[in-house]
């Protein structure tokens, strides 16, 4: 597996979360916690919704094994030809689906936010069916991003996709004053349409050209709607968790829907893709090819994974945890989002990114099950925790508030990983890898080291150092993060971490290159 690729990826994605902070900063700064605001995100979440039956995600898991063994035995241009299949029916389904849902409206949005007044419930409506065109792009992109990643284009939709978000940032900035939430509308609709033209121009330099075939001899219509089929059950159930914490939200004081939604869409799930989605997309690319050639390296891959996993995880929380409430004041604080609604939101994303290495385990095993073909087991799995979880949160909300909603949310990311832990174990119990104890202890003690720091700094009043405005919560947050991280780097590195110490040596061969060629 290429450290080089992922590094690639995760740079790209760190990028792009740059550009996410700042269009959270714009749309904080022009909406804050407002209903207006949680009116959008309602709406969004109900587009998201209908994104997940349509199986997308699902369908890339099922389909790059396919892809792969059709491009190995027929070429790339028959690969291309299945894959212009798939699209089709898929773009078909979506199409008859966006109908269905453009009628549904009024009742999905009262089961969505049943807490939201009748005004603000119709106000959802009218803002769901403007995004419902939106369905078709959103699964297009999809599955060209499955296309980029099963042919190692990997850098190129992230580095699209940083562009057209910029754009869309340009234009919800300008628009908001005038447009109100309906310049959200249309600044999603700059960033998602951009990026599918950009994605599609890439595919066609690189040689893809689209076809409007139905049937291909290696795709077997029946067994994948079969494997979709059970999926659709998880699919299913995972959206009644979503309908059952959403509903509980909209009843809890205005503001907190928002807060929720923002470390949600905006940080936590931002982090976790630049840390995670770029080992796991290389990690199920070259697991799914190790497979498929009958290579001996496959445990190897499994257990460099996990280490960088293991890695990332450990310097995202030692660098929440010190610098996290200054940067969330410096990033959505202000006269639209209260101080008590920033300690609200550090509470959630602290539990959230307490939850990274769980989730970051559950996601490599996830690959390995999916590669293994072991899609029924696993959705199988998660649908029992998503009704679960779903129950919960109809029981414990209205009782619990929002404590109850920061006690669902871990729960829910531990059961989904256990799943795939327990198929593989029961299933390959030969393929399976963990992190190594020794490697685990080490970076323990090097992330105590730097909260340590971090603790001595701020006692000798270091944060009296800055001022209290916006610009200085962040240089705070960024000189916080830099010395807990950095001494949790340091500390790894004494101790002979081995991600630290490669990581350390390529950064000086390249350091080294660039002073030659300089």
């Known amino acids: 597996m290429k450290l080089r690729s992922i590094g690639a990826m995760t740079v790209l994605n760190a990028v792009g979360a740059v550009v996410g902070l700042t269009q959270s900063m714009v749309v ?35 389909f790059l094994p396919i892809y792969h063994r059709v491009k190995h035995a027929q070429g790339v241009a028959e690969a291309y030809g299945c894959f212009a299949v798939m699209i089709n029916i898929v773009l078909a389904l979506v199409a008859v689906l966006a109908v269905i849902m453009y009628g549904l409206a009024p009742i999905l949005v009262k089961l969505r936010v049943p807490g939201f007044s009748v005004e603000d419930m119709q106000t959802t409506v009218v803002v769901f069916r403007a995004l419902l065109p939106l369905l078709g792009i959103h699964v297009t992109l999809a599955m060209l991003h499955t296309l980029a990643n099963a042919e190692k284009w ?26 109100g939430i309906w310049a959200l509308v249309t600044g999603l609709y700059v960033n998602t349409a951009g990026a599918l033209l950009a994605l599609c121009i890439f595919a066609f330099t690189f040689g893809y050209r689209h076809s409007l075939r139905l049937t291909h001899s290696s795709v077997n219509l029946v067994l994948l709607m079969k494997q979709l089929a059970t999926t659709l059950f998880y699919v299913a159930t995972t959206q009644c968790y979503a309908f059952a914490f959403d509903a509980g939200l909209s009843y809890l004081p205005q503001g907190v829907f928002a807060v929720f939604k923002y470390v949600q869409q905006h940080l936590v799930a931002k982090s976790f893709a630049i840390l995670l989605r770029p080992i796991n997309i290389v990690f199920y690319t070259h697991f799914s090819e190790a497979l498929t050639q009958g290579s001996n390296q496959v445990t190897a891959l499994t257990r460099r994974a996990l280490s960088l996993s293991l890695a990332a995880s450990v310097l995202v929380v030692v660098g929440f945890l010190a610098a996290g409430e200054p940067l969330l004041q410096g990033i959505w604080g202000g006269r639209r989002f209260s101080p008590e609604e920033i300690q609200l939101a550090t509470n959630f994303a602290t539990i959230m990114f307490a939850m990274l290495l769980v989730t970051a385990t559950g996601q490599v095993y996830r690959r390995m099950a999916m590669s293994l073909g072991m899609v029924r087991s696993v959705y199988a799995g998660y649908s029992i925790v998503q009704i679960a979880c779903a129950l919960l949160a109809v029981v414990i909300l209205p009782a619990a508030g929002i404590a109850g909603a920061v006690s669902i949310v871990p729960l829910d990311m531990a059961g989904l990983a256990a799943v795939q832990l327990l198929l593989v174990a029961l299933r390959r119990r030969d393929l399976m890898a963990f992190y190594s104890p020794g490697e685990a202890v080490k ?15 701020t006692s000798i009043g270091i944060t009296q150092w800055f001022g209290t405005d916006r610009v200085s919560h962040i240089a705070l947050a960024v000189l916080l993060f830099t010395l807990t991280t950095g001494t949790t780097l340091a500390g790894a590195w004494v101790m002979q971490v081995a991600e630290v110490r490669n990581g350390a040596r390529r950064v000086k061969s390249l350091f080294w290159q660039t002073s030659s060629v300089t």
């Open 154 to 179: 990997f850098g190129a939709p992230e580095a699209i996709t940083i562009a057209t978000r910029i754009a869309g940032v340009v234009v919800l900035a300008a628009l908001a004053p005038a447009w």
């Open 443 to 457: 970076w323990t003690i090097a992330a105590g080291l730097g909260l340590a720091i971090v603790l001595a700094a």
């Open 28 to 62: 904080a700064y022009f909406f804050g916690t407002t209903r207006g605001v949680e009116i959008f995100f309602a709406a969004v979440a109900l587009e998201a919704s209908i994104i997940h039956l349509t199986q997308t995600g699902q369908l890339a898991e099922i």
